[in-house]
Nanobody
Framework: QVRLVESGGGSVQSGGSLRLTCAVS????????MAWFRQAPGKGTEGVAS???????HYADSVKGRFTISQDYAKNTLYLQMDSLKPEDTATYYC??????????????????WGKGTLVTISS
């Protein structure tokens, strides 16, 4: 069973940057989708960014131009570079994987494996 472990969360001021890392325990057979989701206190799970095994990426409108998803195949690692952070970005961020291509890669229902999350707090 593939395991996903997130790291890199923390507390920063508005306008700052963070880079989240998701360590993947083993290579996932293609095709697949890797994605980042987040859940703010009292809210539902929101898709943030995804990347499939062909390199196609999708972003939520709320993070376009500020967040970048990338992958290091040699290290089996997924990243989320977050710039120009805002207080509304405060949430627990989760890494997830789907063992197939998805029509809606930012929908949480399509994911097969989830990490335990890392907390990101942005102060104004």
């Amino acid at each position: 069973q593939v395991r996903l472990v997130e790291s890199g969360g923390g507390s920063v001021q508005s306008g700052g940057s963070l880079r989240l890392t998701c360590a993947v325990s083993e290579e996932i057979a293609k095709p697949y989708v890797m994605a980042w989701f987040r859940q703010a206190p009292g809210k539902g799970t929101e898709g943030v960014a995804s990347r499939n095994s062909y390199g196609t990426t999708h972003y939520a409108d709320s993070v376009k131009g500020r967040f970048t998803i990338s992958q290091d195949y040699a290290k089996n690692t997924l990243y989320l570079q977050m710039d120009s952070l805002k207080p509304e970005d405060t949430a627990t961020y989760y890494c997830a994987a789907a063992r197939a291509l998805l029509l809606r890669p930012l929908h949480p229902g399509g994911m097969d494996v989830w990490g335990k999350g890392t907390l990101v707090t942005i102060s104004s």
